[in-house]
C-alpha cells in the first residue's frame, strides 16, 4: 500500500539517522486552548492547539490520534534559538466568534520578531492548514530560519513510525508512516531543507539546539519513535503555510496535502468560516451569560465538533489524554472514547440548543451500538469495538431518556425507538438496583445517581411504551420504578453520619451490595468501600457512611424528588462542608472525600493515583439544583465561564489548591486532567437553556408528576417486593405482593404452612423484562413464605427452596 509512484521521488541526503529506536513515546499536554474542525463531513481530520502549538490530528474518526504535536522552532544560527511552546508570550484568538479557526500570534521574550499563525482544517480534505506570517526587525528577518517540527503518532502510538524525506512536484516534503496510513507535511514554498530523525538523539530538536544551526540532513528513521523536521528560509518567505495531510498510503497523503496547497489559503478560510456558519449557536441563550454569549458559541460548536464523520451521531468524551504528557502507547484510550453517558449529556445539549436532527443521529447511533441483551459497554471505540466492560446502569438508563425527549417532541423522524427501549429497560429490570459501577466508574452498590437515571428510564420506557400500545408492559415497568423509588432512603443514606456534627441523616455516594446481592464482594468487607487510586500507604477502605457526594441532586434533576425535601436539603450540608472549594472564580466541587483521581499532592501528573480535584460540571449540577430550589444561579453561570481557558475550553478538574508555579499550576485554573470535558461544555449550555426557561431543562414531566409530590402528599410507597434470584429479598410487608421475576417462563410452587399445603402459579409474560408472577399476603399474616421455582420449557427445577419472612 505504501509503495511510492514514480512520480515522486526519495531524497537520501545523509542518509538513515542514528539512535534508532528513540526515547519512549509520550503524548503531549491534555489542556487544550482548542479543538477545531472543518463543518463538513468529508474533511475527516481533527486537530488540537495548546501553548500556542498544534497538538494531537485525528483521523480518519476523531478516536485515532496520528501526531503528538507540530511546532516551529526559530534561529539566526549563531545567537538564539528558540521553541515556539516555551520561549515565546503568545495571544489566542478565534478568527471568527462563530467557527473552529484560531489564530495564535507569539512574540519572542525579547520583542524582535513576531509570529502569526492561523489553524484550520481544509474545508473538504483530511489536510491541517497553519498559515504564518513573521514580521519584525528587518536585520533580523534576514539572517533568520524557521523550522517545522512534527512528532508522528501515526495510528494513535509512537512507537514503530517511519519517515522519509521526499521531493514531490519540485518541492521537498516529508512523510510518514505506519502501517497502511501515512501523513505528509510539506510548505506552500517547499522546504529549503529536510531532515528526519529519532526522538532523543537524532531529531531536529537536538540537532539545532546543539549549535543552533541545522547539520543533519538524515533522508529517513525507519521503525520507531521518530521526528521529522523541514526548514523555511524567512528572508524569502514572510509569509508561508504548512499543509499536514493524512490518507491510506503515501499517494493520498501526498496529494491532498499538494492538492490543498494548490488552492489559496484565503479560499479556505473563506469556505471554512461559511460551513460554521450553517450551524448558528442559539443567541437566545446569550442573554443569561454574562461573558456576552462568548462561552455559549464555543461550547456549542465544542460539543459539534467531537462528533464522528464516518460513525456519525457518535460523541467522543474529549479529543484530549489527562495528562497525555506523562504517558505512552500503552495508554490506549485516552478521553477519545464513546462513553454512553457523557454523549446522551452531549446529545441533550444540542436538544438545549434546538438541534433535533443531532441529537437524533446520536441516538440511532447508540441504538445501533446496543448489544443484544439490551446494555451497552463502559465505553467503546468509535466502531463499536467495548474498551472497559464494566457494567453502570445509568448508561443504560440515559439512552431510553433521550429517546423519551425526542419522542415527545416529535424528533424521531422515522426511527422506531420501541425495540431499542423495550430491549434496555429489560437490561434494567434484570440488574437495577445494583450497579457494578456508579457513574464515577468505580464502586459497585445503589448509588443515588445511577437510582436516579435507572427510575427515570423506567418510567420514560413505559410512557412510550404506553404511547405504542403496550400497557402491560408500561405498567410492569412502572411497578418496578415504584419499587425502587419506595426504597431510594432505605438504600442509599445513613442514619450514623459522621461528616458533619448536626447532620447523622444523609445520602452516602453509594451503598456497596448486601451478601446475596450481585456483585457483592465479601473480601472488602460488609458495608464498606474500597476506593480507587489512592497514593500508596494511604487508607483506601472506608465504611460506606464515610464517603459522600452530590450525586443525589439528579433526584432532583430527573424530578424524582423535590428541591425542597428535608434528606436533599440536609445532606446539601454536609456536601459544602466535605466537597466544596471557594476559589477566586466561583465555588466548585469535588467528586467525593478521599478520591484519588487527579493531581498529585505535590502537582505531579496522576500516575495510577493522586487527589482528586474540584469539577466544575458540579458546579453545573449545583447551579441546576439551585435553580429548581427558585434561586439566582447567575453567580454559578458567572463561575462555569471563568473557569473556562483563554480558548473557552472547560476543563475536567481545576487546581484546588495554593499555586504551584512551577508546575503550571494555580488556585481555579485547570489542573492536568481532560481539557476540554464536552460534559462540562453540556451542562454548560443546559444551564443556560434552565435558566433562560425558568426551569431545569433535564426534568422529566412524567417522572416529577409521579413522585416530585410534597413529602405530605407523597403516594403511599408500593406494595409490591420484588424477588430476583440473583438479588433474593428476606422480607416482605404484610398486606403486599411478593413479585418473583425471572427472564424465563416459569412457575412458582409455594407454602405458608410447612408443605401441609402447597399452592401454584404460573408466570406471565413482561415481553422483554421476562416473566413474573405474584404471591399475595394479607394484613395482618405473620410467618413466611417457602417456594421454589419450575421453567416448564427446560423441565427443569430450581433444586432448591427460598424463604421469605412475612410481617
Known amino acids: ?125 483530511p489536510v491541517v492548514l497553519v498559515r504564518v506570517k513573521i514580521d519584525g526587525e528587518e536585520d533580523l528577518l534576514q539572517r533568520l530560519k524557521c523550522y517545522a517540527l512534527l512528532a508522528p503518532h501515526v495510528e494513535g502510538g509512537g512507537a514503530g513510525n517511519s519517515g522519509r524525506s521526499i521531493e514531490v512536484a519540485g518541492q521537498r516534503a516529508l512523510i510518514a508512516w505506519k502501517n497502511g496510513t501515512s501523513l505528509s507535511m510539506g510548505a506552500s514554498c517547499g ?53 499536514i495531510a493524512l490518507g491510506e498510503g503515501h499517494h493520498a497523503a501526498l496529494a491532498g496535502m499538494m492538492q490543498s496547497l494548490s488552492t489559496p489559503y484565503e479560499a479556505h478560510m473563506k469556505r471554512f468560516i461559511e460551513q460554521w456558519y450553517r450551524a448558528p449557536a442559539p443567541e437566545y441563550l446569550a442573554g443569561k451569560s454574562t461573558d456576552g454569549g462568548r462561552l455559549m458559541r464555543i461550547s456549542h460548536n465544542v460539543v459539534l465538533a467531537h462528533e464522528d464523520k464516518t460513525y456519525t451521531g457518535a460523541f467522543i468524551a474529549s479529543a484530549s489524554i489527562p495528562w497525555g504528557a506523562s504517558k505512552g502507547d500503552d495508554d490506549l484510550g485516552g478521553y477519545h472514547l464513546v462513553w454512553t ?156 453520619g459522621v461528616l458533619h ?95 484519588g483521581y487527579g493531581q498529585q499532592k505535590d502537582g505531579g501528573p496522576f500516575l495510577h493515583y493522586g487527589q482528586g480535584r474540584a469539577w466544575p460540571l458540579l458546579t453545573g449540577e449545583r447551579a441546576h439544583y439551585e435553580l429548581a430550589a427558585g434561586k439566582d444561579v447567575t453567580p454559578f453561570i458567572t463561575a462555569l465561564e471563568r473557569f473556562s481557558s483563554f480558548g473557552g475550553m472547560l476543563p475536567e478538574q481545576i487546581w484546588d489548591y495554593h499555586d504551584l508555579p512551577e508546575e503550571g499550576l494555580f488556585f481555579g485554573r485547570s489542573a492536568g486532567a481532560a481539557q476540554p470535558l464536552v460534559w462540562a461544555h453540556s451542562e454548560y449550555l443546559k444551564l443556560l437553556r434552565s435558566s433562560t426557561d425558568g426551569q431545569v431543562f433535564d426534568r422529566i414531566s412524567c417522572v416529577a408528576e409521579r413522585y416530585a409530590a410534597p413529602c405530605e402528599q407523597r403516594r403511599g410507597g408500593c406494595q409490591i417486593e420484588i424477588f430476583k ?47 413474573f408472577a405474584e404471591i399475595a399476603t394479607q394484613s395482618g399474616q405473620q410467618g413466611h413464605i417457602e417456594f421454589t421455582l419450575y421453567w416448564p420449557q427446560q423441565h427443569r427445577w430450581l433444586g432448591y427452596n427460598f424463604t421469605v419472612q412475612v410481617g
Open 725 to 771: 434470584i440473583i438479588r433474593p429479598v428476606h422480607t416482605v410487608g404484610a398486606g403486599k405482593r411478593l413479585r418473583i421475576v425471572d427472564r424465563d417462563q416459569f412457575q412458582v410452587i409455594w407454602t405458608t404452612d410447612g408443605w401441609t399445603t402447597r399452592q401454584a402459579a404460573d408466570s406471565k409474560s413482561a415481553g422483554y423484562p421476562g416473566f
Open 501 to 595: 456534627p448536626d447532620v447523622r441523616y444523609h445520602y452516602v455516594r453509594v451503598v456497596p451490595p448486601y451478601p446475596g446481592d450481585p456483585f457483592y464482594n465479601q473480601a472488602i468487607g460488609d458495608g464498606r468501600l474500597n476506593l480507587a487510586n489512592r497514593t500508596p500507604g494511604e487508607q483506601y477502605n472506608f465504611a460506606a457512611n464515610e464517603i459522600v457526594d452530590a450525586g443525589f441532586l439528579e433526584l432532583v434533576r430527573y424530578g424524582v424528588r423535590r428541591a425542597d425535601d428535608p434528606l436533599i436539603v440536609n445532606s446539601l450540608k454536609v456536601i459544602d462542608k466535605v466537597l466544596r472549594i471557594d476559589t477566586p472564580y466561583g465555588p466548585c466541587w469535588r467528586r467525593y472525600n478521599h478520591d
Open 341 to 496: 453517558r457523557d454523549m446522551v449529556q452531549s446529545a441533550s445539549a444540542l436538544l438545549a440548543c434546538g438541534r433535533v436532527d443531532t441529537a437524533r443521529r446520536a441516538l440511532v447511533y447508540l441504538a445501533c451500538s446496543q448489544r443484544p441483551d439490551g446494555s451497552f459497554p463502559q465505553n467503546f471505540w468509535i466502531d463499536g469495538t467495548p474498551y472497559w466492560t464494566g457494567i453502570q446502569l445509568d448508561e443504560v438508563a440515559f439512552p431510553i431518556i433521550l429517546a423519551w425527549r425526542l419522542w415527545k417532541l416529535g424528533g424521531l423522524g422515522g426511527f422506531d425507538v420501541f425495540p431499542f427501549v423495550e430491549n434496555a429497560a429489560a437490561f434494567l429490570v434484570h440488574y437495577a438496583p445494583v450497579t457494578q459501577q456508579e457513574r464515577w466508574e468505580e464502586n459497585a452498590g445503589y448509588s443515588p445517581s445511577t437510582l436516579a437515571a435507572v427510575i427515570s428510564g423506567l418510567i420514560c420506557a413505559a410512557d412510550i411504551a404506553r404511547g405504542h400500545k403496550a400497557p402491560e408492559l408500561a405498567e410492569f415497568l412502572e411497578v418496578y420504578a415504584d419499587w425502587i423509588e419506595s426504597h431510594l432512603e432505605e438504600w442509599t443514606t445513613t442514619t450514623n
Open 191 to 243: 522546504f529549503t531543507r529536510s531532515s528526519c530523525g529519532f526522538v532523543g538523539s537524532s531529531d531536529g530538536y537536538q540537532d539545532l539546539i546543539q549549535n543552533m544551526k541545522m547539520d543533519w540532513q538524515f533522508g529517513q528513521a525507519l521503525n520507531g519513535n521518530i521526528a521529522l523536521m523541514g526548514e523555511i528560509d524567512v528572508a524569502r518567505n514572510r509569509e508561508f503555510t504548512v499543509a
Open 1 to 125: 500500500m505504501n509503495a511510492l509512484s514514480a512520480a515522486y521521488r526519495w531524497l537520501d541526503d545523509q542518509g538513515m539517522a542514528f539512535g534508532a529506536p528513540g526515547l519512549e513515546p509520550r503524548w503531549t499536554s491534555s489542556k487544550k486552548d482548542a479543538v477545531c474542525t472543518a463543518y463538513a463531513a468529508s474533511s475527516r481530520v481533527w486537530f488540537t492547539v495548546s501553548h500556542g502549538t498544534l497538538n494531537e490530528v485525528y483521523y480518519p474518526t476523531i478516536d485515532r490520534p496520528q501526531i503528538r504535536d507540530m511546532e516551529f522552532l526559530f534561529t539566526d544560527g549563531e545567537t538564539f534559538f528558540h521553541e515556539e511552546k516555551r520561549d515565546f508570550e503568545y495571544d489566542f484568538h478565534y478568527v471568527d466568534p462563530d467557527a473552529l479557526a484560531v489564530r495564535v500570534v507569539a512574540t519572542d521574550l525579547q520583542g524582535r520578531y513576531r509570529v502569526t499563525k492561523e489553524f484550520l482544517c481544509d474545508p473538504h480534505h
